[in-house]
């Protein structure tokens, strides 16, 4: 590995391409992870820490402290007097730019003093209560079932579909099977904004609305699938089928024996994107579900998003529980995404 990545066009030294290559990676690196990785962070800030500003890097909280005669602990704050003197006091309330304070050595004594003179003291502190407080307030769990649901069921769905379409399509001679390739490709150049209507309008006529099924079956042939898996397709050669076709072999086993297994790079491929694809949806199932029980993740998060506030400590929080499987599904995988997608190219 220490090799490969400290190799050189020129052995021994760099050339401009080589710093070109190491600062176009080391930019793109940043570009995607600098938000992961901030999204992490946040989601473990308290909600006042999230919408302070200037925002900080690390997590913190305010610090607090017990006060003889007050019913909650107080915040702890610094106030620097005109003089320059400066006194550690506790807030007990505040009002436009004026704070009553108290110091905890005098806790019978509230003053007045102006918020300028005051600066609030925090601490690192991990705000673990984001990940576990959603799944007690918004049933979290249910939404993950379904998410996983949906998506388990409709990956495996489009690979069986589109794999059936793509080996017609590139191991049978038939008139028009071009012109039936061409429509097919056509429709990727429809945004679902335009057939968002009538194809609700089909899901009701099925009486799938408010239904998981509704969500999945409408999705589950992709023009993107039946292209990758087609062109992969092309390249396994005819005599291997003919052979087979000689020993008496039916079509589906061919299909099922031969081909898919020959394919197994280019299925990881479409698997990863129906994966992301399922997982990340939000606009379908916000369309066809109506009922919180039916909700996936994505609309279990747009939940925590008020008419005036947004909980945007505990949408990071479960933001980052929602990257987990499909981060995982892509590490299981990555080796094929290369192989596949050059593969699937070549005819």
Same mark, same amino acid.
């Given at each position: 590995m220490i090799a490969f990545l400290t190799r050189t066009r020129q052995k021994g030294r760099m050339d401009l391409a080589d710093w070109l290559a190491w600062g176009w990676a080391i930019l793109g690196t940043l570009v995607v992870a600098i938000p992961v990785a901030w999204a992490v962070i946040s989601s473990l800030k308290t909600e006042a820490e999230i919408n302070s500003f200037p925002p900080a890097l690390v997590p913190r909280a305010a610090q607090t402290?017990?006060?003889?005669?007050?019913?909650?602990p107080l915040s702890v704050w610094i106030r620097k007097a005109p003089d320059g003197s400066e006194q550690t %006091?506790? +807030?007990?309330?505040?009002?436009? /730019?004026?704070?009553?304070?108290?110091?905890?050595a005098k806790p019978q004594e509230t003053?007045?003093?102006?918020?300028s003179e005051l600066s609030q003291l925090k601490e690192?502190?991990?705000?673990?209560?984001?990940?576990?407080?959603?799944?007690?307030?918004?049933?979290?769990?249910r939404y993950l079932w379904n998410t996983v649901f949906v998506t388990l069921v409709a990956t495996a769905l489009?690979?069986?579909?589109?794999?059936?379409?793509?080996?017609?399509?590139?191991?049978?001679?038939?008139?028009?099977?071009?012109a039936v390739f061409a429509l097919i490709l056509s429709t990727m150049m429809i945004p679902l904004s335009v057939i968002m209507v009538p194809a609700f309008m089909?899901? %009701?006529? +099925?009486?799938?609305?408010?239904? /998981?099924?509704?969500?999945i079956l409408s999705t589950v042939s992709t023009p993107t699938g039946v292209f990758l898996l087609r062109q992969y397709m092309l390249t396994i050669p005819d005599d291997l089928i003919e052979a087979a076709r000689v020993d008496a072999a039916?079509?589906?086993r061919i299909y099922w024996r031969i081909v898919l297994p020959l394919c197994a790079p280019a299925l990881a491929v479409l698997a990863i994107f129906s994966v992301i694809w399922r997982w990340n949806d939000f606009l379908w199932p916000l369309i066809v579900l109506s009922s919180p029980d039916n909700y996936t993740l994505q609309i279990g998060l747009n939940s925590l998003q008020g008419q005036f506030n947004v909980q945007w400590h505990y949408i990071l929080a479960m933001t980052v529980v929602t990257l987990l499987p499909v981060t995982v599904v892509f590490l299981f995988l990555q080796k094929y995404i290369t192989e596949g997608v050059a593969s699937s190219g070549v005819k």
């Open positions: 402290i017990t006060v003889e005669g007050q019913a909650k %006091v506790a +807030l007990v309330r505040r009002i436009g /730019l004026s704070a009553t304070v108290v110091d905890p003053f007045r003093v102006p918020v690192f502190h991990l705000q673990w209560s984001n990940y576990t407080e959603p799944l007690k307030q918004f049933n979290f769990l489009t690979l069986f579909l589109n794999s059936l379409t793509a080996f017609a399509l590139s191991k049978y001679r038939f008139a028009g099977r071009n089909v899901i %009701v006529g +099925l009486n799938l609305a408010d239904n /998981l099924w509704g969500v039916s079509e589906f």
